[in-house]
Every structure is written in C-alpha cells, then in structure tokens.
Nanobody, 126 residues
Framework: QVQLVESGGGSAQPGGSLKLSCTAV????????MGWFRETPGKEREGVAV????????YYADSVKGRFAISQDNAKTTVYLQMDSLKAEDTAMYYCAGSESSVFRTSWSTGDEYGFWGQGTQVTVS
C-alpha cells in the first residue's frame, strides 16, 4: 500500500522552476520528519531537504541551499519542494520519505532512518 504519493515532476529548462508535492496517508501521516531525496545512476542517494513537521524546522543539502524550499500544508500531511534556479545537475529521480524518529541517530540526509518512501518522480533539467 502506497503511503506517500508524489506528484509534480517533469522537465524544465536551466534556470526554470518545478514544484513537487508529497501527500502522506495512513501510518505515514504520523511522520515527524518528511524529506526529499534524489538518485541518479552511478551516484549515492542524496538528501535534498527535510522538514520537522512538528515545528516546521527545515534543513537543506548545500547543493540546493538558496534555490530549493521545503514546506508543508496546515494539516502537516502534504509536503512541497519548490525548486527554483534549476540546474542540469538537479536532474534525478526524486523520492519523498517519512520518518517517525524524533531524533536522527546519524543524519537526516542518509535516508537510513526513514520508514516510508514514495514511488519517485522524475525531474529532468535540460
């Protein structure tokens, strides 16, 4: 059963914008952290951004700081990733993830402590 439903991927030109959405249903809606990760062939999974749903605190990878913004709706069940000033290197499959952990034992960006994952949405910048 899919508990994280993503949408909003697609194609954009360099310098353009895209907005991704991720809606949590069922058990995933209790996630305390909601994050976005991306994968490209031959590269390690990269944590892009995360939001602590209880307080709205956000963290970003250095590669996207100042260009991407993560946010949530008032119900705290939908998370958005606004991507501006897109670059070719942002091309990847983007995954939404949810974690019920209060505190990460290692880092939010490794992805190891997320129990819920979406099916992925492709972002292509060219």
């Amino acid at each position: 059963q899919v508990q994280l439903v993503e949408s909003g991927g697609g194609s954009a030109q360099p310098g353009g914008s895209l907005k991704l959405s991720c809606t949590a249903v069922g058990s995933a809606s209790k996630s305390r952290w909601m994050g976005w990760f991306r994968e490209t062939p031959g590269k390690e999974r990269e944590g892009v951004a995360v939001i602590y749903t209880m307080a709205g605190s956000t963290y970003y990878a250095d590669s996207v700081k100042g260009r991407f913004a993560i946010s949530q709706d008032n119900a705290k069940t939908t998370v958005y990733l606004q991507m501006d000033s897109l670059k070719a290197e942002d091309t990847a499959m983007y995954y939404c993830a949810g974690s019920e952990s209060s505190v990460f034992r290692t880092s939010w960006s490794t992805g190891d402590e997320y129990g819920f994952w979406g099916q992925g949405t492709q972002v292509t910048v060219s």
